[in-house]
Nanobody, 114 residues
Framework: QVQLAESGGGLVQAGGSLRLSCAASMRDFSVRAMSWYRQAPGEQRGLVASIGSGGTTNYADSVKGRFTISRDNAKNTVYLQMNSLKPEDTAVYYC????????WGQGTQVTVSS
C-alpha cells in the first residue's frame, strides 16, 4: 500500500520561498512519474508540476519559472522548490504518483501573505 507524507509547508510573505518534500513508501518509486497538486479553498485540486522517471519535468503555466520539481530516488522523495511566492499560491499541496491511483496523503498547507 502506497503511503505519501508531504511536509515543508508554512506561512511566508509574498516573494518568499518554501521547499516542500514528499516521502513515498513505494518499492518502485524510481520508475514512477510523480506529481505535485494543490487545492485552494473553494477550488478543485489541480496539477502543479510533474517529473518523470528520467527527470523530465512539466509545470502549470501559473508556476513556470518560479517552481522547480525534483526527485531523489535513493530517498524515495520528491521535492517542490517554490520561489517568488504569491498570495494566489496559497493552498494545500499534495503529491502523488502521476499515473497510479492511490490514496491522497494529508497534504501540507502553504499560506502566502501579501
Amino acid at each position: 500500500q502506497v503511503q505519501l507524507a508531504e511536509s515543508g509547508g508554512g506561512l511566508v510573505q509574498a516573494g518568499g520561498s518554501l521547499r516542500l518534500s514528499c516521502a513515498a513508501s513505494m518499492r518502485d518509486f524510481s520508475v514512477r512519474a510523480m506529481s505535485w497538486y494543490r487545492q485552494a479553498p473553494g477550488e478543485q485540486r489541480g496539477l502543479v508540476a510533474s517529473i518523470g522517471s528520467g527527470g523530465t519535468t512539466n509545470y502549470a503555466d501559473s508556476v513556470k519559472g518560479r517552481f522547480t520539481i525534483s526527485r531523489d530516488n535513493a530517498k524515495n522523495t520528491v521535492y517542490l522548490q517554490m520561489n517568488s511566492l504569491k498570495p494566489e499560491d496559497t493552498a494545500v499541496y499534495y503529491c502523488k504518483p502521476t499515473y497510479v491511483s492511490v490514496a491522497w496523503g494529508q497534504g501540507t498547507q502553504v499560506t502566502v501573505s501579501s
